[in-house]
């Protein structure tokens, strides 16, 4: 018995033992019920005139394949400015950039504990250029060089008590070197007085 010989089996035997029913086969009673309930509404006969003219037309033109939209009072609904297939493809883009900038922003925040011979601690001293790039001031630069010399002092720090391998304690150390040469440049930048002396 195919689907809807079974539906119709079903809607002709009242009650039904739900026991008996899938849940697919249930939402489709329901809904036959609706129907049902539909069919009790009274149209005005020139209204359901009007309807089925223009659904039987409908049903002729997607026979012929020539689908047009429907016309609302004799206007056309206003067209996309793009075909359906360019939204979708608009819509994927805008997805995958959204994405991989939230895949963006996580990697830049899981970076932020990374130690050197991490996998992501290339991306926390791109993090740390970064932040260089927008200082304003000669001052503010010396402050995040230091502030960058301490961090890399604390990795070396991390480095040493989690017992890590050589090469990884030498990428630490040649990162302190390159902090405190790069601290000490943006010291001297500092034009002499007060900023200088703190």
């Known amino acids: 018995m195919n689907p809807e010989d079974r539906l119709d089996h079903l809607l002709r035997r ?4 739900p026991g008996e ?10 809904a036959a019920a609706d129907v049902e309930a539909l069919r009790g509404i009274r149209v005005p006969s020139d209204f359901a005139a009007r309807l089925e003219t223009r659904l039987r037309a409908r049903a002729r033109e997607l026979q012929s394949g020539a689908a047009q939209p429907p016309s609302l009072n004799g206007r056309h609904p206003r067209k996309g400015v793009f075909p359906p297939s360019a939204r979708r493809i608009f819509i994927a883009a805008g997805s995958a950039l959204a994405l991989l900038l939230v895949m963006g922003i996580a990697l ?5 504990n990374s130690l050197p011979g991490d996998w992501l601690y290339g991306i926390k001293q791109l993090r740390n250029q ?7 001031t ?3 630069r010396a402050r995040l060089s230091i502030q960058q010399l301490l961090d890399a002092l604390g990795d070396l720090r991390a480095e040493v008590r989690e017992g890590r391998g050589d090469s990884d304690i030498l ?20 034009p002499a007085g007060r900023e200088r002396t703190q």
Do not use: K
Not at 108 to 112: D, G, I
């Open 14 to 17: 009242q009650p039904i033992d």
């Open 21 to 30: 029913i899938s849940a697919r086969e249930a939402e489709m009673l329901d």
């Open 108 to 112: 830049f925040a899981a970076s932020a």
């Open 130 to 136: 970064i932040a260089l790039s927008q200082a304003h």
């Open 138 to 140: 000669p001052a503010d």
């Open 171 to 190: 990428q630490a150390l040649a990162v302190v070197h390159t902090q405190t040469h790069n601290a000490q440049a943006a010291v001297a930048a500092i």
